[in-house]
């Protein structure tokens, strides 16, 4: 079948034309200088502002834009009920004079409310006040019902927390409240009202209450650390083998350890499990005092606890060779327990911070053993392989196998097929 030149363009011209119609029904976005500028406008016309928090290079913030933010039903309810702003989060050469003036703003809103992984969806009332925040979702219509929820004072996290500050603390409210705050990103409360909630339980043992107990338990002093300590197998019978071991160590670790690895530490968290060690390393460690308190006060796993110390401290030193030391220490402390994941991402942390070519066969030997231990092959951990092949010199080697990688991945990865293109380049 052939086509002449014109009715080619006609064709193209009319797909531009639908597509660019079906974006001006979508949500419309506000062209605002700053955050104080949407703050005086949400307050002006009495409308909650609902921010979208994106970045370029996330696929899944580009998904939303196209499937669900530019839909007739987005649009229709959201520009009829929110100041909406879409922000970008990440910095480019290439950014024009208007995303350079969210900058300052942008550094504010991300340390402020956490946000950490996009693309991060927030509502906020007319007095700049955090009231909700959704997930993304591909469905329209449950995109837009759990957006209402930002309409409702009862189901607003700031009503919620003023409530509970007016004394409302019943047991049934506590759990509502755990849950928007989770959902809010404000994880400091999260413990806070868990640990709360867990003070009035009878049953601890509860399947639910050993989940909360695992999500909040941080301190010797919580509710939930006796469990820990006493009803390990119970624990992880419930969310999974070695989990009351993991964070005991960690709550141990916090207390008698990261005060002598840091000056005036903090300990960021952007969400559960996920967290940041923050503050001045201390350049004198006295690594014979920390393993002799800690075999006498937790001689458990006080070898554990000194080595994983070790590991995460000349990470932040950025000293390799204490690093590649404590990792081949971990090898052997923890034998037949080895943990894949652990051991995986030691390699990782070689190959995306050390520039020193020296530790990149170390690291490709520990990438080896996860391979041959492991029962089914995963593609994160051929991936590590593959990269550290590649920064050892053996690129036939690497480009076959980040094509396994991406095979195990389901015949597709964005990031993996990035990765191979570079590695085929000349």
Known sequence: MKFSVITIIFIFLLNFQKTVFA???????????????????????????????????CIPCREMAVKVLAKKEAGAFFNKNFINVSVQ????KK????????????????????????????FFNTNGELVHSISANFNVKEFIASAKKALNPQTQYATLKRQFENGKQDTSFLLSLINSAQINRDYVQVMKYSNLYLSKQENLLSPNNIKLITRSTVKTTDIGYPILINNASLVDSVMGQGTAKELIKAIWFEEEVFP?????GTKKIFGVGFYEYQGEN?????????????????????????NE???????WERDWNGYSEAVNDYLKISGINLDLNKLNSYGRTILLFCEEPLY??????WSKKVLETETTE??????TYSNLLFKVGKKQEAIKAMEKAIKLSGGSNPQYEKELESMKLP
Do not use: C
């Open 260 to 264: 002598l690895l840091k000056k005036n």
């Open 309 to 315: 110390s070790k590991i995460m401290y000349y990470q």
């Open 23 to 57: 974006q001006s029904m979508g949500v419309k976005f506000e062209s605002m200088p700053s955050w104080n500028a949407v703050k005086e406008k949400s307050k002006k016309e009495n409308k909650i502002i609902f921010l979208d928090a994106y970045t370029t290079w």
């Open 282 to 306: 201390n350049k004198n460690v006295d690594w014979k005092s920390i393993d002799a308190d800690l075999k006498r006060k937790y001689p458990k796993y006080a070898n554990e606890i000194l």
């Open 89 to 92: 989060f990440d910095k480019n």
């Open 360 to 365: 990149f066969p170390v690291a490709l030997e």
């Open 95 to 122: 950014d024009n004079k208007y995303i350079k003036g969210w900058y300052k703003d942008v550094d504010y809103l991300r340390k402020t409310y956490s946000i950490n992984s996009y693309p991060t969806y927030l």
């Open 378 to 383: 995963k593609p994160w951990f051929v991936n």
